[in-house]
């Protein structure tokens, strides 16, 4: 029997990695195929074993995927898309790209969606999935959980689970070519133009330990930040050696934090942050950023 491969999609923070971890519980043979759609990899410090696909799987990143699809060797993998990625190109390689054809066998397409953010949401995605998830129950009351569920349930006719951190939720095979072909004619068309995710990002690496200092200094700069560009920061993640303490993922979805900001890290990492929005004054993050790392800052180009 082909390895099953399941995708989990989902816009930017709705609680992909979250839920996969949760999966992961009862499937520690499993593969996670991990693509981040900048420079940089944040969530391959929470997912092991993964393999990390720089740029989004959905369209430059497509080679880079089926490159680690075939280096999978266990009998089910999971691949967690960008939080941009739409997940009908990446489903169709399983079927039009020579060297996957057959190998895998498509189990299911998830979309989890964040209900603190929703309506927006990515319509197209939802429309493709065969399971949706709706994430973060515990974070809006039940008058908007409901609200969240009916608009979904407008969208699609797909299983809708609703969820705290992923918890509860069964995967069942749920994808059929019939059904995708329905939803997207295109779908054996191979040369599609790629979509145009317009998101920016702002990426540091190898910014060595970092002290309490530069620490306040920088989670004050991710909540202004939050604040002025209210409909620009998407997401920020990062990975920081904190001197004498340890190494942590600090991060922040819009302009609040999904929950501690803190999370402890088992391994010691080399410490790199992530920006992305739309529109993001760059100029002025890098001069802040300037100011809090002033000798280790390494901008990788995007
Ligand atoms: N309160 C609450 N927080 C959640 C829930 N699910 C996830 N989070 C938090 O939301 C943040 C984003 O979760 P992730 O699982 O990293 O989201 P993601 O979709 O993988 O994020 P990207 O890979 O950046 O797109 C983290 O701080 C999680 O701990 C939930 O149900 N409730």
Redesign the pocket.
Known sequence: MSPRATLVC??????????I?ELLRKRKAATVVEN?CGDIA??DA?LAPSVTVRGCACCEGRRALVRALLSVRSQEVFV?T??VAEPGPIAKLFFVEPALRGRFCLWSVIV?VDAVTFPEVSVGAVRFADAVVI?????VDRQKLAMVEAGIRRLTKARIAK????VGFKLKRGFYLERAVACDPLFFGYNVPAPDHDVDFLCLNNLGDVSQTQLAKLAKLVSITACLEEQGLL?F?AILNVRDHGTFLF?A?RNY???GLF?RVPTAQSSRLIF?GHNLDKPRLRHSLRDIFPTEVREVAS
Request: no cysteine; glycine share 14%.
């Open positions: 989902g816009d930017l923070g709705a609680g992909k990695t979250t839920l971890t981040e944040i969530d929470l967690e960008s939080g989890v994430n973060k129950a515990d974070l969820t705290v951190r992923g997401r993640k991060q979805v934090a999904a929950d999370l992305i």
